[in-house]
């Protein structure tokens, strides 16, 4: 940690600092400047809320050195993590794409599309039994009859199945049921959610926050990593900026960002990073070609009639066609799908 | 409604979208121009989820007419909402200033804070007993014996008291201490949350989420008052922005914007929206003579040592000279402190 | 257009209203709802400035229908543009490397890097003699000398050359060196100079202002094209976003919504995009991926004593390498490098 | 400056960057931590372009401790600067509105205009004579004829005037009217521009970038002033950010953090801010409580029918009602208007 003292800084309002910095346990290095004076502290106190350090007087800015994550991060964890869902692993060579509806609507269309997507190579099934929505007077998900329909398509397809879960409440039913728990982007800092999960031994598929930059998302990680849960991959699935041809913009560069500061799976949304079926294609190649361990893609029979993020949706056959094509760009990159 | 058809939308494709709108229950309107076809749907469906129309072949775009919202606009609630706290009103001429420590650390800290700024003029005693935090290695708050020490800085200041709840879980316990609930920034969009406020008689204060437009935010109100609890005030406190040099922007035309799309009340929290108890009093002076209904402001009698936001956080002292000026600026908007 | 009226609106405001777009030239349709009043008001008046219309009593929002540009869309000019420059074509199958050092430093350098670009598959030389620094006491470029440096590099590979031009006093001056200008992100509404190098006959390049929305770009491509020049190539190269672990955050999902608004080939610059050497390669394998017609990506031979954008830059030698799987990708969807 | 390398930094890395440190004339001061070394490097170097040194081999991140900016920053001149325009005192304590039309369209309505607000307590007249359009049909401006129309404006009313200034071209003949030049928030980097203005005698009002942090606005101010033109005033009007219901987001906290960083003077303008003329009120009282230096309001007699920004101005009458509110927050923070 390094403390940057105003150019007005007394000597005694150095001495004061040092003083701090040695009673929290720090060796400290002061370098004077010709009108700055900075303090170097030395130890690993990344655990320790330093932001109080600001408030002192004489003080410009705290700039930390270790990075506030521990077990997100590389700095202690070299090696990339492979999580294992039910026997699909996220983070290896092959990359992982899971698909399925936005919301489940009953057991013919759920079992109908996981039959159509394993066909054409999706290995982990999506479907939402539990749905956030802006408006109250949207439907709200099938709930506990939501995840008995995906549990049968699974024992139909085979195919590990994943949810999301947005109520500590509902976290020990759903993980009775899924493979692996989700965690909307909107609940990415929903402390005790995370916490609830952390505590399962379930994966969990983390989603990045509308606003959250790559480092709060590392954080949220950690707090279910803290917990005991280490088997968390990261979703990429756009953010919020001031342009409106998409529903958000996603970050493709986050893919890299992520594979350089943490040693967690990282996956991308092309559905919800756009909003609109015609421009998932180019998303999900792009992330692909980017290094992605994976995509999540909603695919519906009827998009006209789904009860949920229909504009967004593409039918089996469309899904089909893109598989193609990402299977090719794949191998392009060394990888496969 | 008006859904624009593409100019190469074809005469079928115009009447099937006629014929489905019929079928929903609206009225249609075709007006055909030079390159494209337009059609006026009437009828208040605003209830009604429209946004798979977007999905049927020849569509450019469905723009509605109504908000999506009913209970949180003025379309069909002309007249200022007041929320009555305890005693204490909020919406009407009198701006009304939540004062009190981030996070509850002590009954001889909160009791004493809570005597000093109900000295300078605060009506309502704000306090964190469970505390969101973006490290899982931070303070988190004292929980129960937070909303106890809270009860008793109550009954030793008469201040009513509000404090954050970020769990459905908590609900309950948290609504038998507290005349306020708080739901913070980062669960604007916890529907869960925002659905189990909405069964409780708590008046509740609802932060602005950090990437929320303004709907959004009128929607997350919505989710409340369709649950049965109309008594929501809404706080502004900062958006995520590319500006760094503040934590947040804080959107202060949201004032106006809020009060033209909304009979509900407005509260500006500067201490949130600014990051640095340097910037506090410019942002509280902002929103006072923007017109605002209340200011939430922290204050912490030892901010060096506060565990939890200390640097955003001004002194009893520096409080009440603040005071002073903000009641100046509100007798010049017509308005009392 | 249509004007929706608000719910208060008088029988006379909306008679006035009529009356108004009659007066403009409009046919005008009323559809009379249960709360408010829509007038739909045919005629293709783009050229025309519509937003004194919200200023009339009653008036709620008024909705355009036709896109505000037309030389630059999709709706009169169905097929993609290919722009030639000095025997390059922009827009075709082949997508299009621009590659070069970030300043233009010495003939030595740009001769080196320009030979060894080309070797790897570069088509098009990028070189910047007058540097747009946010710093004044940065090295602004060589001016008329590098453009001589620029003209040798040409005649030593056969590389066409591009440089940014930033002054309307220099637009002649740098269009009788160079075979395509350049405008950079931060003049993209520079309204004098878009008009100057639409009076040329020389193509340009357009990147992506910092906050520019699709339609505001493609709104400053109608600049350039209404003065008489079609040949303009679009760049994206990263928007400010409130992300900081890389410089800008690129919009990938811009190439298709481009496709879909736009005739205009688009090309992605990755090297702005990320501001780190160690992120270009992810950001330009996304980018072929989706669908680019190209890419933009700063080489310098020494980037450590590079004079700009040391950082982003790679070497001859990364270049080489990611040219190499660039095709392969490039070729997995059915283009060719 | 601290240079912080790696945790994988080698011995040979380390040494290899004092070297470089040394020879750039610093004192350098190692500082050997448990994972990572730090390197603090003492010496005024800001003149220095020091990103290169992030591209050495084992270097993490380069930290500076002295601010980029010399001439505008508060770190060598602590006095607030006092900018006079032709007798009109910028910075003191009387906070001075500039008023007038968004384009000058004739001489009777600039008159006119004028004189109202003159009457209501304006201090200096703006009106455009270049306008920057992002549509290239739109109208453009009167050009010479409307600077003849300001500066007969002036010889009635005596107020001094102030119009923006788009082309380095167009200097010279605009600075031989006006008593203040206008760059407008579209070339706030127009680098050749504010190189220009810097050249010139005459004040310069330095509208901020729409994607500008304060730190790349007080860049710009450097430019001009590091050219000789130390008259620089800074005006807030607006930052881009996913908020749609305005049209860009006024960051009142910026009046704070530039009197922190900053001797410059700053005015805010709630017509651009808001794009609404309902919403200017409350922006503009946000204003005077923050502590701006003053407003800059457009007004027109006519806004049905004006030719540009209509919708945002504000009439005479308006205007006079406002001022006069503004007047009592101007007196409750100690200052006059």
Redesign the interface.
Known sequence: M?I?MK?RASTEQITQMETRLKNLGFQT?P??????T?I?A???K????M??L???PGVEDV?P??K?YKLAGR?LIKEKTQVNVSGVTIGGKRQVVFAGPCAIESEEQVVGIAKAVKASGASILRGGAFK?????????GLAKEGLEILKTAREETGLPIITEV????DVELVSSYVDMLQIGA??M????LL?EVGRTNKPVLLKR???A????WL?AA??IM??GNENVVLCERG????????RN?????????VN??SHLPIIVDPSH??GH???V???A???????ADGLMIEVHND?????????QSITPGQFDELMG?LA??S???DRSL
Chains 1, 2, 3, 4 share one sequence.
Do not use: W
């Not at 800092?189 to 005790?192: E, I």
């Not at 953010?239 to 998409?246: D, G, H, S, V």
């Not at 913009?249 to 960002?257: E, Q, S």
């Not at 009639?305 to 504009?311: I, K």
């Open positions: 390094i940057i150019d290095h370098i004077v400047g010709e009108f700055k900075i170097g030395i130890g690993d990344r655990l320790v809320d932001e109080a600001k408030t002192l700039v050195i270790m506030p700095e956030p929505r802006t408006s109250p007077y949207s439907f709200k947005m109520d500590t409440r909107r609940n800092q929903n402390f005790s916490t926050g509308l606003s930059r790559v480092e709060e954080m950690e707090y803290s917990e953010i919020t900026t001031f342009e409106t041809a998409t913009t996603v970050d493709i560069a986050a893919v890299a960002v350089e500061l990073a756009t079926s015609k421009y294609p180019c998303v190649r792009a992330a692909i070609a980017a290094g998009p006209q009639n789904a009860m949920c993020d229909g504009p094509r090719a760009i191998g392009a990159v």
